[in-house]
């Protein structure tokens, strides 16, 4: 199955393709397609990065049989405009779809880069917070021992003076011991292709740990003539 894997949570924004064409060209690598692309979310066009994989892969957007999106946590509006793409491409051509945690896929990549034991991965959640979840990583181990929450600095400045091993996007900001990972296309397609649990456009939705909440507007004033 040919999957293209969309990860727009962070600053470093991503496209990969995994899979191969049926007359056995390759379209992808354990590594992402497109080099991740830094920079400020806005300066980036998301359909040339993904022409840009396509033209890499050497196959045409037609042979696409499944996309997967990073759903977060992380930047709501780049989440969203990867959701949009998904769920244009599912009305366009029925696509199955696939939304997975972009923290899975810092698991993975940590994995992969040799990190062992407990490692808890953060991500900014603004407001002085962090998304917060842990996982136990071996050699052939990757398990969640602590699922995603919403932290204080306190809670996360406390595991980092304790020794724990920290990793996340942008997270030697705060802590400059912590180790620097990405959400990359490239974990997210390798995750993909392990899993069935498709869904339907409209049900595709950020991860947000934040109750939703809404401030009625005052009511309009009226100006003397």
């Known amino acids: 199955m040919i999957i293209l894997a969309l990860e727009f949570s962070s600053e470093q924004r991503s496209v990969a393709i995994l899979g191969s064409s049926g007359d056995g060209r390759s379209g992808a690598s354990p590594a992402p397609v497109v080099a991740a692309t830094k920079g400020s979310p806005r300066t980036l066009n998301a359909f040339h990065l993904i022409e840009d994989a396509l033209k890499q892969s050497g196959l045409e957007r037609e042979e696409i ?10 930047s709501y509006a780049g989440i969203r405009a990867a959701i949009s793409i998904a769920q244009g491409l599912q009305l366009a051509r029925a696509l199955p779809l696939l939304g997975i ?68 996007p942008e997270v030697d900001r705060w802590f400059p011991a912590a180790r620097v990972l990405f959400p990359d296309a490239g974990a997210l397609a390798r995750l993909a292709a392990g899993r069935t649990d498709f869904v339907s456009g409209e049900k595709l939705e950020p991860i947000y740990l934040r109750a939703t909440a809404f401030v009625k507007a005052p009511p309009r004033r009226i100006l003397p003539p």
């Open 101 to 168: 945690s972009s923290v899975e896929c810092l698991a993975l990549q940590a994995q992969e880069a040799g990190l062992r034991g407990r490692v808890n991965f953060v991500i900014d959640a603004q407001r002085n917070e962090f998304y917060l979840a842990a996982y136990e990583i071996g050699a052939s181990v990757l398990r969640e021992t602590e699922p995603l929450w919403l932290a204080s600095f306190s809670d996360v400045a406390g595991r980092a003076q304790a020794g724990e091993t920290i990793a996340g």
């Open 65 to 74: 049989e499944c996309v997967a999106v990073g759903i977060g946590p992380g």
